[in-house]
């Protein structure tokens, strides 16, 4: 398999990145929400095999302080082949320089990202539009 590696959004159809989403699975994302997420953001990796896209991540920026690292996906049948790792790579060495790299997973995951160099924070909070689906996707705690 020979990825080929863009990292800019300029020939996303944001149609198949929602559906990307949606298998890999991250949730139902609307395609004009990517479009402005990722318009909004600073960084973006995306990986595509034979011409399909098989994964996608971007970071938000600030330039100096803090870069947050989202909506890493890749399609279940390229996961276990070093995308996602290549795409966290890639997202962290364009936010070299900030002063911390975030990023949040879905319990579980946690393994991967402290292979990667990442740390567990003592404290983190968090306001979701959807607060019910957070709590039964194990993001938040009920106090």
């Not at 398999?1 to 944001?14: G, K, L, Q």
């Not at 929602?18 to 298998?23: A, D, G, H, I, R």
């Not at 960084?43 to 971007?58: I, N």
């Amino acid at each position: 398999m020979a990825v080929e590696w863009v990292y800019s959004p300029t020939r996303i159809d944001w149609v198949v990145l929602s559906e990307l989403y949606k298998l890999a699975p991250l949730g139902d994302k609307d395609p004009n929400d990517l479009k402005t997420a990722f318009g909004n953001s600073r960084y973006f990796c995306f990986a595509f095999d034979a011409g399909k896209l098989v994964g996608a991540g971007r970071a938000l920026a600030d330039g100096v302080d803090c870069s947050y690292i989202c909506d890493v996906a890749v399609l279940p049948s390229h996961q276990g082949m070093g995308i996602g790792k290549t795409i966290i790579s890639k997202l962290v060495e364009f936010s070299s320089g900030h002063r911390k790299i975030i990023l949040y997973t879905a319990p579980g995951n946690e393994s991967f990202y402290r292979r990667l160099g990442f740390k567990r924070m003592r404290a983190a909070m968090a306001i979701f539009a959807d607060a019910r689906q957070a709590l039964d996707w194990g993001l938040l705690y009920e106090d």
